[in-house]
T-cell receptor, first 117, second 113 residues
Framework: EAGVAQSPRYKIIEKRQSVAFWCNPI?????LYWYQQILGQGPKLLIQ????????DSQLPKDRFSAERLKGVDSTLKIQPAKLEDSAVYLC???????????????FGPGTRLLVL | RKEVEQDPGPFNVPEGATVAFNCTYS??????FFWYRQDCRKEPKLLMS???SGNEDGRFTAQLNRASQYISLLIRDSKLSDSATYLC??????????????FGKGTKLSVKP
């Protein structure tokens, strides 16, 4: 079974530029998550989708970050404009159903390492 | 108080040792608890869920203490391959919502020959 796919794996941009990340979850997984992991920290949930609807985006900096999952499968996360403090690994994860409904297993993708100069 | 707190370590132990990690959480209404493992420059992977009665998986034992709001992970007979960062994850409920998944900063374990 294929895992969670993410691209690109690495990205270097200058501050104030825009960047987009793509995620393809495991087939059949209804729930998709985007996390930001800064070096030395644990992952921080940015946004959580159930199919194509947003379940939780309370920690998404909406002035510069946006995410969509229009057809309930693939998802994109965009940063516009980027700041130095956005340098981090952006992890996408998926699960069969909501963690909150007892689905304990999130499967993470390899992440996209973003460096903002 | 931080929502999920862990000792960052590093814990440096010899092969065969027993090592224990604790994690405290701030929200007493939290319902779900997990331990994830993250290898250097890799993605996190679920190690085990933590149940109220405690649970064991081979050399790994997880326990939950709701009264004191902490969870623990015990690793017996440590192997070199256990070297990784162990992340404590709590589903925090804030009154009627479905909850938010909060990760701790992780505890780094290094098992030496």
């Amino acid at each position: 079974e294929a895992g969670v796919a993410q691209s690109p794996r690495y990205k270097i941009i200058e501050k104030r530029q825009s960047v987009a990340f793509w995620c393809n979850p495991i087939s059949g997984h209804a729930t998709l998550y985007w996390y930001q992991q800064i070096l030395g920290q644990g992952p921080k949930l940015l946004i959580q989708f159930q199919n194509n609807g947003v379940v939780d985006d309370s920690q998404l900096p909406k002035d510069r970050f946006s995410a969509e999952r229009l057809k309930g499968v693939d998802s994109t996360l965009k940063i516009q404009p980027a700041k130095l403090e956005d340098s981090a690994v952006y992890l996408c994860a998926s699960s069969l159903d909501l963690i909150q409904r007892g689905q304990s297993t999130q499967y993470f993708g390899p992440g996209t390492r973003l460096l903002v100069l | 108080r931080k929502e999920v707190e862990q000792d960052p370590g590093p814990f440096n132990v010899p092969e065969g040792a027993t090592v224990a990690f604790n994690c405290t959480y701030s929200n007493s209404a939290s319902q779900s608890f997990f331990w994830y493992r993250q290898d250097c420059r890799k993605e996190p992977k679920l190690l085990m869920s933590v149940y109220s009665s405690g649970n064991e998986d081979g050399r790994f034992t997880a326990q939950l203490n709701r009264a004191s709001q902490y969870i623990s992970l015990l690793i017996r007979d440590s192997k070199l391959s256990d070297s990784a960062t162990y992340l404590c994850v709590v589903n925090m409920n804030y009154g009627g919502s479905q909850g938010n998944l909060i990760f701790g900063k992780g505890t780094k374990l290094s098992v030496k020959p």
